[in-house]
């Protein structure tokens, strides 16, 4: 398993004011989390892997795939403010 990092439209690395745009999943591969979020791409600009083993990102991890997929979705849309989240 890796983790992913998730960064979610309107994200700006200058301002702390859009740190929760970026959101960490646990994923068995890229493909598997671009999956889950199957019909959002206007909603997140990239999708990076951390580089970290999983163990170390213990407290940051927002959602694991697959059985989190309907959290991750939920989330997204929440955070990125589209009406229909």
């Known amino acids: 398993m890796s983790v ?3 960064t979610l439209t309107g994200f700006n690395g200058a301002s702390d004011d859009t740190d929760d745009r970026i959101l960490w999943v646990i994923a068995d591969s890229l493909l598997h989390v671009t999956q889950a979020l199957e019909g959002l ?3 997140y600009q990239a999708i990076e892997p951390v580089g970290l083993p999983a163990a170390q990102c213990d407290g940051l991890i927002d959602a694991v795939l697959p059985t ?3 959290h991750l979705r939920q989330l997204v849309q929440r ?3 589209d ?3």
Do not use: K, M, V
Request: no cysteine.
């Open 41 to 43: 791409r206007r909603l």
């Open 68 to 70: 989190q997929i309907a």
């Open 83 to 85: 009406p229909n989240g």
């Open 79 to 81: 955070t990125s403010g």
């Open 4 to 6: 992913f990092e998730i």
